[in-house]
């Protein structure tokens, strides 16, 4: 066993280890804890586990549209939202004019995908905290999303559905029947969640106060998306820098209020992707009325992808945050370099900060709040 | 003290009401398909297996160099002049023979870009995902219709014409060669008579 | 049957009562394991264990203790071996040893001695001590973690369950389960209701609910099961045990479960009393209704299970200390009162 | 709200012409080329200034430039409270990347300076924890250069499938 004497208290410290292999670090990452009985005295985050080479690998594309089902592979949770941010940033590039049924159907999906992301999310938020049937009810709710996302796209994780200016394919003719219908079942699982889930004392006991993240910190970190909002700012791309065709939609930005106990705690930052999945509806909801009917979602697609020389740094509101590709084009038919900055990567930088003080247990809940992928951190 | 009791109530409050959604849930339908004997119908195009229609497959080369991954194999060999390989049901004419179109299956990642380059619509995704293998390598499928000895014939009859080709071609390239060289002799001998005259010309001056 | 078999041989009538917990122990821990696998499914809007035996599954348990039994003993390298070995055994057998003073009807209790419930608390503790060795023998920071936030866990809340047996001893002036269990006889409770303990005494029922949450505690189950929390600890004391070992673990905790719920019939339903006065009584009847009302317990406490996430281990600390401690001793108090005043 | 013009005009006044160049490609955003010993001072200047307030560091990445044998930084600069956004970029010779650490400034870098690093090899002069963050300490050579080689063997494992 691993002793160190501390410093600053001299009482004899333990140095865990929690991970690569451990039921609720949501994948392949290791926290090194240093404890003083059971309070964490440090965290020290270990990654690169799940490492893939994305950026490796877009290098060695001899296509810029090669890229997009590699993309799919960061956040596995959200495929779609990781496509989104891609395709905008090549369509940037290339200039080119997306055509209105493909830029609905687009945002269509990437809510979706936002509540399927968020279900998962608070789901194996839940389990962490040792609520079980949460995490399945959510499920049974994302399987329906999924459902709709496989008779669309023919995957039902990872897509590779959006192309550049276009889509790989036309929706199928009940597309529209099947999410309202979705839309209308959904509604009522979300009040059913916050009886079972989110206002449960226990529940809120497990959370509220842990691992306070102050706005200043947040920004300090470059926080964003739910974690930044669950801090009290209303910061959403979605609104603030609108890509796509989201400066249409009518929809708020719900933010952590401190509600039941202090601003930017683990609670905070759960509500908020509760409340988001509402708005994420409303906007499916104005997506669906407004919905051209008719138009080729293929036609807009260049045959071959030439940016000239330059370089772009795109943004897009995915569910765990901000999610930017920086692109460098030279000219030729393969990027020379691609960079994901990828949420959950600056998100797992934040933890050691806010985990400070904190019991194994709170640690627990702090990594499931800022619901990170693995995948993503790793790329 | 009342606000213990009050937080106390409330604790229990918000366990039965949960409790209570459990309970719904335990006496509501459940939402499991018992897989081997239930099955999800699989939506039309949903990808699952690549295909190949090979029988309207032109060589052409266009899935494999649209595949991230390298998993498309193909090899063909120019079918010679005397054979005809027919139109595909597309219309479009063959002249390769393809005797490797192999799959790894193990490989591919299922992003369906291979399928719209085909210019003949003849590799797609079948819903189709049953294949689990013990051993790796019967995950690569093999496509190509064309039996060891046919490869082999088609492999030495392509070489063969591709050596008289190649021969006619340099025979050509003799004559060729010859005539210019012939040619540039005579312009050479034409200049060579002229030139005297010319100099006597100019010496007569 | 027991005086029958005391003639043959002495031996014989201790083997009897040695054979019929565990008998009933052992089947009880089969039909508990895939029950509470149904249960879990049917609150998940899942089916379960389905393919094992036919109907749903129900031979599922027997599936998996067979695998069990063939399944490698893996014992850490760096193990204590003997304490390792040792715990899962002495877990099981302080479970099983407290059933001794249960009566399962009226024609039936393992021992009919004069201090029963002190026996039943006195021998539970061991399993305290079970859980710590285990932890620590196992040497593994999460065992160990696990071990020590059990023996905590388990310490403090043997006060709250001591102090509402006491409750109920003072209402019903023994230590002797059967005659707690022959005194709620009856149904003339303000003219209906059986005679059970928590219909007698309005303080009782408080007794009631601190004893449910200090058993539900006592037996590791959610929202108090920290010691085995697998999301923190991965699996708490039970981390590095395996195969039949793990097993008896499992068992114990099983009984443990029942054995709590059991004392919880007896001392606030009315035992092996049918609900319904002399109708549906007599000795199997009895057992029936003493399984039943066992049971219905167990079930709550697998449907709290599902519904709830767990406390903290300093919170469930503040539970039992500020909070069910000095509760539970005005509650022994007020229930005092109302018995002298009454 | 300023343009990266503007921004331009802005920090020349502060730091000189010497320090800073403005660049742009065919397309895509612009960028200020930072001499590298003044990216410090000039992020400082950028975080804190009132006119320029850019508290948050979007992202940071390292590139290689075989060609003319450099390696860049490149910081994505926003700022929340004046919407407005600039990259910056630095450039060190291949042989000595030493670029002074930004992690101090806004605290996210710490992370991104080190994959930059482990990827690119880039050296962050100031850094707290200068070690790789994704591969394993004991890798040799940095990915994301254009003429890196896979090592054949890592602790005597094929790297290699």
Not at chain 1, 36 to 47: Q, S
Not at chain 2, 180 to 195: Q, S
Not at chain 3, 20 to 31: D, R
Not at chain 3, 84 to 104: G, H, L, R, T
Request: glycine content about 6%.
């Amino acid at each position: 066993m691993i002793e160190v004497i501390s410093k600053e208290t001299g009482n004899k410290e333990m140095v865990i280890n929690m991970g690569p292999q451990h039921p609720s670090t949501h994948g392949v990452l290791r926290l090194e804890l240093v404890l003083d009985g059971e309070i964490i005295t440090k965290v020290r985050p270990n990654i690169g586990y799940l490492h893939r080479c994305f950026e490796k690998y877009a290098e060695q594309m001899d296509d810029y549209a090669k890229v997009i089902p590699y993309t799919d592979r960061m956040d596995y949770v959200s495929a779609i939202n990781q496509e989104h941010g891609y395709v905008i940033a090549l369509e940037r590039m290339l200039e080119l004019e997306v055509p209105e049924r493909v830029e609905y159907i687009r945002v269509i999906m990437a809510e979706l995908q936002r509540i399927a992301s968020h279900l998962l999310g608070i789901g194996a938020f839940g389990l962490d905290l040792g609520a079980f049937s949460p995490f399945l009810y959510l499920f049974t709710e994302r399987e329906k999303i999924l459902d709709i996302f496989e008779r669309v796209t023919g995957a039902r994780l990872l897509y590779n559905y959006f192309a550049v200016a276009g889509l790989m394919r036309d929706v199928h003719p009940k597309f529209k029947a099947d999410t309202a219908e979705f839309v209308r079942t959904f509604r009522p699982k979300i009040k059913e969640l916050n009886d079972l889930l989110s206002y449960n004392k226990i529940f809120i006991q497990r959370t509220a106060n842990i691992g306070v993240l102050p706005e200043k910190v947040a920004f300090n970190y470059a926080a964003s998306g739910p974690v930044l909002r669950g801090s009290g700012v209303k910061w959403d791309l979605r609104k603030n820098d609108p890509y796509s065709i989201y400066d249409r939609f009518e929809f708020d930005i719900p933010v952590g209020t401190g509600e039941v106990g202090t601003l930017g705690d683990c609670w905070d930052r759960y509500i908020v992707r509760v409340k988001e999945m509402e708005q994420s509806l409303r906007i499916i909801e104005q997506a669906l009325d407004g919905m051209p009917d008719e138009g080729d979602v293929m036609e807009a697609i260049p045959k071959r992808i030439r940016p000239k020389e330059g370089e772009i740094y795109v943004r897009t509101e995915t569910p765990r945050g901000e999610l930017g590709y920086y692109i460098v084009s030279d000219k030729s038919a393969s990027p020379f370099r691609v960079k994901a900055r990828a949420p959950s990567f600056v998100h797992l930088s934040v933890l050691p900060a806010i985990s400070k003080g904190s019991l194994i247990a709170d640690m627990v809940a702090i990594v499931g709040s800022i619901d990170i992928v693995l995948g993503e951190v790793d790329r | 003290m009342l606000n213990a009791v009050k937080q106390s109530w409330l604790t229990f409050r918000s366990i039965f009401t949960g409790m209570g959604v459990t309970i719904r849930h335990f006496f509501g339908p459940s939402v499991t398909l018992q897989y081997p004997e239930e099955k999800m119908e699989l939506p039309a195009g949903a990808r699952a297996r690549l295909y190949v229609n090979i029988d309207d497959c032109i060589g052409c080369n266009l899935c494999a160099r649209a595949c991230p991954v390298n998993c498309i194999d193909i090899e063909t060999v120019l079918a010679t002049q005397d054979v005809d390989l027919g139109k595909t049901s597309t219309g479009n004419p063959k002249r390769f023979w393809l005797t490797r179109f192999d799959i790894d299956m193990a490989k591919c990642m299922y992003c369906d870009l291979c399928v719209y380059p085909c210019p003949t619509n003849c590799i797609y995704m079948v819903p189709e995902y049953e294949y689990s293998e013990f051993d790796r390598s019967n995950l690569v499928y093999h496509f190509s219709n064309l039996e060891p000895e046919m490869v082999a014939e088609v492999k030495e009859k392509a070489e063969q014409e591709a050596e008289q080709k190649k021969r006619e071609r340099e025979e050509m390239m003799r004559k060729k060669a010859e005539e210019k060289a012939k040619k540039e002799l005579e312009e050479k001998k034409k200049a060579d008579e002229e030139t005297p005259k010319n100099e006597k010309e100019n010496r007569g001056e | 049957m027991t005086e029958y078999a005391s003639n043959i041989h002495p031996m014989a009538a201790i083997l009897i009562h040695a054979a019929i917990p565990l008998t009933i122990i052992l089947v009880y821990a089969l039909v508990a394991i895939w029950g509470e696998r149904k249960i879990a499914g049917f609150i998940q809007d899942r089916l379960g264990p389905m393919r094992v035996g036919g109907w749903h599954g129900w031979a599922q348990s027997i599936a998996d203790l067979l695998k069990l039994i063939q399944k490698e003993d893996i014992i850490p390298t760096n193990a204590s071996r003997f304490l390792f070995k040792f715990a899962p055994f002495m877990m099981f057998a302080a479970s099983y040893a407290a059933f001794a003073v249960i009566p399962f009807s009226s024609a039936y209790i393992g021992s009919m001695i004069n201090i029963g419930v002190f026996y039943l608390l006195a021998i539970t503790s061991i399993l305290t001590l079970s859980v710590i060795m285990a932890g620590w023998a196992s040497n593994n920071k999460w065992s160990l973690l696990g071990g020590m936030r059990s023996a905590a866990q388990m310490v403090s809340y043997e006060v709250p369950t001591i102090a509402t047996v006491l409750t109920v001893v003072l209402v019903a002036g023994s230590l002797n389960l059967m005659t707690v269990t022959e005194m709620q006889a009856g149904n003339d409770t303000l003219g209906f209701l059986p005679n059970w303990l928590i219909f007698q005494n309005p303080f009782l029922i408080v007794a009631f609910i601190i004893f449910f949450i200090s058993i539900l505690a006592e037996s590791h189950r959610v929202p108090f099961d920290l010691p085995e929390s697998e999301s923190e600890l991965v699996g708490g004391y039970q981390t590095e045990y395996s195969g039949m070992r793990w097993a008896m673990f499992m068992l114990a905790e099983y009984a443990d479960m029942l054995l709590l719920s059991l004392l919880g019939a007896t001392l606030f339903f009315g035992g092996w009393n049918s609900p319904f006065g002399d109708f549906m009584s007599g000795p199997v009847w009895g057992f029936f209704w003493f399984m039943l009302k066992g049971l219905l317990l167990v079930f709550v406490m697998m449907w709290i299970r599902w519904t709830l996430p767990r406390y903290r281990v300093d919170q469930l600390m503040h539970i039992c200390w500020n909070i069910l401690i000095p509760l539970s001793f005005i509650n022994l108090v007020l229930t005092a009162l109302w018995e002298v005043i009454f | 709200m300023k343009t990266p013009e503007e921004i331009f005009e802005y920090l020349k006044n502060e730091f000189g012409e010497d320090a800073l160049t403005f660049e742009k490609g065919d397309i895509g955003d612009p960028w200020i080329l930072v001499k590298a010993a003044t990216i410090k001072n000039v992020s400082k200047f950028l975080r804190d200034d009132p006119g320029m307030r850019f508290n948050m560091l979007m992202c940071l990445s390292g590139l290689h430039y075989p060609k003319e044998e450099e390696v860049g930084v490149v910081y994505n600069l926003h700022s929340t409270e004046l919407h407005q956004t600039i990259n910056l970029k630095v450039r060190v010779p291949v042989d000595g990347p030493a670029v002074p650490s930004v992690e101090a400034i806004w605290k996210t870098a710490d992370w991104h300076e080190r994959e930059a690093y482990d990827m690119v090899g880039v050296i962050f002069d100031g850094h707290p924890n200068h070690k790789r963050i994704l591969l394993p300490d004991d890798w040799e050579g940095h990915p994301l250069r254009k003429d890196y080689v896979q090592q054949e063997f890592y602790r005597g494992v094929t790297t290699r499938s």
